[in-house]
Nanobody, 119 residues
């Protein structure tokens, strides 16, 4: 399974951005898919995930601002980020695994990351 993120960039505080993760070498259906982020000097943290049954969960700091979704026909995972705040800038990573988990260390497949900055 290969993951390629795109869509990162720079936005003003309060703005919106959507990042995408294209999945190849497998299908997103049945996978646990997650978005993680890592800011300089900080540990990688989970942002949101969709489990293998399609149920989304979010970390508290992004709940009601971010939306995770997946298009199984396009084999693509999305993260829509609204009302971006100064604490949101980081490199955003897409991850996948055949087992459901909230922990970064449990995910077997990772993309290269896409940077998001907020000015």
């Amino acid at each position: 399974v290969q993951l390629v993120e795109s869509g990162g960039g720079s936005v003003q505080a309060g703005g919106s951005l959507r990042v995408s993760c294209e999945i190849s070498g497998g299908t997103s259906s049945g996978l646990c898919m997650g978005w993680f982020r890592q800011a300089p000097g900080k540990e990688r943290e989970r942002v949101a995930r969709i489990d293998s049954a399609g149920s989304p969960t979010y970390t508290y700091s992004v709940k009601d601002r971010f939306t995770i979704s997946q298009d199984n026909d396009q084999n693509t995972l999305y993260l829509r980020m609204n009302n971006l705040q100064p604490e949101d800038p980081a490199v955003y990573y897409c991850a996948a695994d055949f087992y459901n988990s909230h922990l970064a260390r449990s995910y077997s497949y990772w993309g290269q990351g896409t940077p998001v900055t907020v000015s």
